[in-house]
T-cell receptor, first 111, second 115 residues
Framework: DVKVTQSSRYLVKRTGEKVFLECVQDMDHENMFWYRQDPGLGLRLIYFSYDVKMKEKGDIPEGYSVSREKKERFSLILESASTNQTSMYLC??????????FGDGTRLSIL | AQSVTQLGSHVSVSEGALVLLRCNYSSSVPPYLFWYVQYPNQGLQLLLKYTTGATLVKGINGFEAEFKKSETSFHLTKPSAHMSDAAEYFC?????????????FGQGTTLQVKP
């Protein structure tokens, strides 16, 4: 079974902090994704990566950056956290022509 | 551009009743279509997918969906609801020829099952 692991289930940070969310997959997938999920808005794509060191902006990249130094790991970075970034963050991975597999999510609160 | 519309943000059914969750999509190329389920405080789990071939697709937990090209629909059904089906359901579409696996999601439908 594909395993996508997000480093934290719950995280509380303060405004202005630099925040790192980590995601690791164990299936050698080429593609990895970061979404945020807010009530009534569904899932919105922040960034995705289709290879090591490659990234593309999704629909809402502002205030975020990503890093993919190794194939199995995709990190989401909040450069200077703000309260409007309080949300559920979901990581997913997929191989070519396969469904996306999701982690359990990180519920991030910015105080 | 591709898009997905889920009709009804909340659906309530009685236990044992038919479940029908509606999904319509727009796509300029043959789509791949997916339904995902999300239980509270968890990630999304794949229920079923349509890529090519048979238009009636069976998934896990007794769910199925039918791809209707003429109606651009991919509605999710289950003959008899169970309390454990209470969750949020997402329909998604991707480009059939895409190798990035990028998905466009609907806004989700919360299913409530009443005893």
């Amino acid at each position: 079974d594909v395993k996508v692991t997000q480093s934290s289930r719950y995280l509380v940070k303060r405004t202005g902090e630099k925040v790192f969310l980590e995601c690791v997959q164990d299936m050698d997938h080429e593609n990895m994704f970061w979404y945020r999920q807010d009530p009534g808005l569904g899932l919105r794509l922040i960034y995705f990566s289709y290879d090591v060191k490659m990234k593309e902006k999704g629909d809402i990249p502002e205030g975020y950056s990503v890093s993919r130094e190794k194939k199995e790991r995709f990190s989401l970075i909040l450069e200077s956290a703000s309260t409007n970034q309080t949300s559920m963050y979901l990581c997913a991975s997929t191989g070519v022509s396969q469904p996306q597999h999701f982690g359990d999510g990180t519920r991030l609160s910015i105080l | 551009a591709q898009s997905v519309t889920q009709l009804g943000s909340h659906v309530s059914v009685s236990e044992g009743a038919l479940v029908l969750l509606r999904c319509n999509y727009s796509s300029s190329v043959p789509p791949y279509l997916f339904w995902y389920v999300q239980y509270p405080n968890q990630g999304l789990q794949l229920l079923l997918k349509y890529t090519t071939g048979a238009t009636l697709v069976k998934g896990i937990n007794g769910f199925e969906a039918e791809f209707k090209k003429s109606e651009t629909s991919f509605h999710l059904t289950k003959p008899s609801a169970h309390m454990s089906d209470a969750a949020e359901y997402f329909c998604a579409v991707s480009l059939g020829t895409s190798n990035t696996g990028k998905l466009i999601f609907g806004q989700g439908t919360t299913l409530q099952v009443k005893p």
